[in-house]
């Protein structure tokens, strides 16, 4: 499965947001065969914040572990971001 | 130079606001121009506009310092989440329009996360005046974020009781981990903030209480120094002239 972020927006900043988001994946998720891989896209995000990440990015690693991959991660807030909630 | 006449279009593009904006401001006495030519179109001395540019840090901070609560203009005041959200969306297109995505990325995430937080520390707590002071002025490359809520020391000191000032308080909140939104795990907007600053041609003055710093690229320590004024809440100041 590819989550493509972009989707629930560019612009992705508050923590009311991302909480918002990861509500409303959950039925997705729900759907997740055992082993399939997530991808989550940063493709078209142009800011991420560790406010919006720790409330979608968070919980889902933490529930899904190594499955999850991230691609397009190039954004200088994703970097900045990740490196973050990486610490 | 200095005293060249701009036209009401030309001087709403670079204080950021829309025409209307500047017809109310000149009503009320604000930012008054000076009428040129048969019609009486307004027009404003460049003078004037600079001056004004210098003055958005005095009026962010004089509106958190004032014991008086009061609201700020509407077109600096952010109520809720939702009206900061659309307002940083607008800064982010207006940046975007002039800068490179780099700078429009990292500047719109600092300032993002900063207004966040005050709603996050204050939400049902607010003294006063619910929300924050947010304004940007992309031709002086500079963003002002301010609230009236209970400040860094206060939200801190539920997790940590041991904090006795707003500097100890202000540089744990730049430098660890930590929230004061116990049993959260999360607290790392300013050290994100930080992280940013100091990796790119930005600058910041952030004040909690009576305490402040100013950060910029390189800069390795925290250094928090003794306001001579305090002020309830928060102030942040970021300027970006260098990613342009």
Known sequence: ?87 | MQNKLISIGKTAKILGVSIDTLRRWDLAGRLQPTRSGPRGHRFYLQSDIEQFLQDIDAIAKQWAQSPQAFEPKSEMYCQTRDVFQARLEQFQSKLGRISSLPTVSLITAIAGEIGNNSFDHNLGNWPDIPGIFFFFDIRSRKVVLADRGQGILTTLKRVRPELSGADEALKVAFTETISGRYPETRGNGLKFVRSIIITNPFTLYFQTGDAYLNLKEYDKDINVQQAEVSLKGCFASIGFEGLI
């Open chain 1, 1 to 87: 499965m590819t989550i493509q972020l972009k989707k629930f927006g560019t612009t992705l900043v508050s923590r009311p947001s991302g909480k918002e988001a990861w509500l409303a994946f959950q039925p997705s998720l729900n759907e997740i065969s055992q082993d399939e891989e997530i991808v989550v896209d940063f493709d078209g995000v142009v800011v991420l914040t560790p406010s919006w990440a720790d409330e979608f990015l968070t919980p889902l690693r933490k529930q899904f572990n190594d499955r999850v991959k991230l691609h397009n991660k190039d954004n200088p807030s994703v970097i900045a971001t990740l490196a973050i909630l990486d610490k």
